[in-house]
């Protein structure tokens, strides 16, 4: 049985069968943003968010946090470039939630304003407001079976902006696909610092939004952050993978 229901940030929805131990739901040009399947994978790694969060910015330190990376791996295994598949969101918000400024990287295709195949695409909301995009040049769909996808995220605040960016971008399919601050946005922002960024929020509500079959693993590597006035960077080297077939 198949069905399909509307994403929140999708905008073309038809039908795929995916077999991964058993059958369950697939939805084109949804994204990952309200993913059951995501949360049903971290609570295996209960123990290991736990502990990534008790070393985070957010569990407090000296100073204020001005900056913080993380850094991705995605292994794609048996990409259909027809049928758009697999399709991923990332989201990494700075104040611990999507209820205000939050962004969304899409992989393998485009979200908004409606459903494009292929390619990458970043997006800036305030909570359910859209409030800008910019993509990457390479508009392919993954096509490359075995390639292992690696990037870094980050926000960086500075004199009243908060500033997200991909960086150290590398894909068979897609090359460098941040290069040329392809993938960076800055906005005005209240925040005073970056102590309430949460890395849960970025487990929870990433994922695969279709096709998780199609995707070996998707691991969060590694956080890196940094106190303001300080050019030292903490890092929390804890791969935690929230790959959807771990639990569908």
């Known amino acids: 049985v198949t069905r399909t229901r509307p994403g929140r940030f999708g905008g073309r929805f038809s039908n ?26 971290l609570r295996g790694s209960a123990m290991a968010l736990a502990l ?5 910015p957010a ?23 027809l049928r758009t598949a697999p399709q991923v969101s990332m989201v990494m918000s700075p104040a611990g939630g999507i209820d205000s400024d939050f962004f969304l990287l899409s992989l393998n295709h485009w979200s908004y304003p409606g459903f494009e195949p292929g390619g990458v695409q970043l ?35 500075s004199d009243c902006s908060l500033t997200y960016e991909v960086f150290n971008a590398e894909s068979t399919t897609w090359g460098n ?21 949460l890395p849960a929020t970025s487990l929870s509500e ?7 079959n199609r995707v070996s693993s998707l691991v969060l590597e590694k956080l890196r952050w940094r106190f303001d006035g300080d050019d030292e960077y903490q890092e929390m080297v804890a791969p935690i993978d929230i790959d959807a077939d771990l639990d569908p």
Request: charged share 20%.
């Open 16 to 41: 795929e069968l995916v077999q991964v131990g058993r059958w369950r739901d697939a939805q084109p040009g949804e994204g990952a943003m309200t993913s059951s399947v995501a949360r049903r994978a």
């Open 52 to 56: 990534l969060v008790a070393a985070s």
């Open 59 to 81: 569990s407090g330190g000296d100073g204020d946090v001005v900056e913080i990376e993380e850094h991705w791996s995605l292994a794609v295994g048996g990409p259909d470039a």
């Open 123 to 157: 997006q800036h909301w305030n909570g359910e407001n859209w409030r800008s995009s910019k993509s990457a040049s390479n508009e392919l769909p993954l096509d490359t079976d075995g390639e292992t996808i690696r990037w870094a995220q980050r926000l960086t605040l």
């Open 177 to 197: 696909f941040a290069a040329g601050e392809a993938l960076k946005i800055t906005t005005h922002t209240e925040l005073a610092r970056l102590n309430g960024y």
């Open 206 to 212: 990433s994922g695969i939004g279709y096709a998780g």
